[in-house]
T-cell receptor
Framework: GAVVSQHPSRVICKSGTSVKIECRSL??????MFWYRQFPKQSLMLMAT?????????EQGVEKDKFLINHASLTLSTLTVTSAHPEDSSFYIC?????????????FGPGTRLLVL | LAKTTQPISMDSYEGQEVNITCSHN???????ITWYQQFPSQGPRFIIQ???TKVTNEVASLFIPADRKSSTLSLPRVSLSDTAVYYC????????????FGAGTTVTVRA
């Protein structure tokens, strides 16, 4: 299957700071990337969808000015949590689609654990 | 979006076969059925995908009846490491299709 990586795997930051999370498709070109958030004991919640070179589309209730998404290339998307607060502490997961022969299946990264103090 | 319903949890023992049934009564003609596995603090891992009848890979089998209103994921001879949450999703094969994750089925395998 296709491989997606995320960096960092976990990050601790102070309230009010910004944190950037990278999502890379390692062996395919992801024309579309998705960002999810998962709170403890809950399922994945889609935050936004991004296509390479275009602005991201955010789900209802997700603040686009707080969660900045950039999909500058076919292998890299970044999520920046701006002015992070403790309630932003969560598990952030990205996924990508678009590789040849993958039948448009979403392949997920390992996730990034964010803790805001 | 086709809504799916699956059991919240299932218990099993090592070496047994685990079958998880997912109901998707409103599945559309162009929808496929995809199953993911998720371990704690990890991203979901693709297990298997199918459209109709039976699909088998090195990890699992997927059984889909003719009416496609349900599907069954079969995990043969489970081990402790198969303890995870399993998600059933339906939708068209499209690069920008938005997956809607339900609660999934928590499978616990005991020794």
């Amino acid at each position: 299957g296709a491989v997606v990586s995320q960096h960092p795997s976990r990050v601790i930051c102070k309230s009010g700071t910004s944190v950037k999370i990278e999502c890379r498709s390692l062996d395919f070109q992801a024309t579309t990337m998705f960002w999810y958030r998962q709170f403890p004991k809950q399922s994945l919640m889609l935050m936004a969808t991004s296509n390479e070179g275009s602005k991201a589309t955010y789900e209802q209730g997700v603040e686009k000015d707080k969660f900045l998404i950039n999909h500058a290339s076919l292998t890299l998307s970044t999520l920046t949590v701006t002015s992070a607060h403790p309630e932003d502490s969560s598990f952030y997961i990205c996924s990508g689609t678009g590789g040849a022969g993958l039948q448009e299946t979403q392949y997920f990264g390992p996730g990034t654990r964010l803790l805001v103090l | 979006l086709a809504k799916t319903t699956q059991p919240i949890s299932m218990d099993s023992y090592e070496g047994q076969e685990v079958n998880i049934t997912c109901s998707h009564n409103n599945i559309a003609t162009n929808d496929y059925i995809t199953w993911y596995q998720q371990f704690p603090s990890q991203g979901p891992r693709f297990i298997i995908q199918g459209y109709k009848t039976k699909v088998t890979n090195e990890v699992a089998s997927l059984f889909i009846p003719a009416d496609r209103k349900s599907s069954t994921l079969s995990l043969p001879r489970v081990s402790l490491s198969d303890t995870a949450v399993y998600y059933c999703l339906v939708g068209p094969l499209s690069n920008d299709y938005k997956l809607s994750f339900g609660a999934g089925t928590t499978v616990t395998v005991r020794a």
